[in-house]
Nanobody, 123 residues
Framework: QVQLVESGGGLVQAGGSLRLSCAASGLTFSNYGMGWFRQAPGKEREFVAAISLSGGITSYADSAKGRFTISRDNAKNTVSLQMNSLKPEDTAVYYC????????????????WGQGTQVTVSS
């Protein structure tokens, strides 16, 4: 049974930082591209960042470029999202996802999803 468990969300002031982590189990982690998505109330789930199987290639949404960094540790089966210079518009539930495509940006390219972790940025 595949499980993706996110952690690290919380409440932070604008300009602050958070580091999200996602622990994967039940799959051969190094065979999967990993991504982070977010969903704000009343909005569709949107792509944030993705990383290739080996970690050598990354992709970011325009809103995340220069502020967020995705990384993975295949030895520990984890993927992380370092978020700096947070803005109120970054407030959302953040999800990690695993899929067979590398650095995919579309929701339907990912097979497995975590339950999400809430990030709230106050102004």
């Amino acid at each position: 049974q595949v499980q993706l468990v996110e952690s690290g969300g919380g409440l932070v002031q604008a300009g602050g930082s958070l580091r999200l982590s996602c622990a994967a189990s039940g799959l051969t982690f190094s065979n999967y591209g990993m991504g982070w998505f977010r969903q704000a109330p009343g909005k569709e789930r949107e792509f944030v960042a993705a990383i290739s199987l080996s970690g050598g290639i990354t992709s970011y949404a325009d809103s995340a470029k220069g502020r967020f960094t995705i990384s993975r540790d295949n030895a520990k089966n984890t993927v992380s999202l370092q978020m700096n210079s947070l803005k109120p518009e970054d407030t959302a539930v953040y999800y990690c996802a695993a899929g067979r495509y590398s650095t995919a940006v579309l929701v339907d390219r990912y097979q497995y999803w975590g339950q999400g972790t809430q990030v709230t940025v106050s102004s």
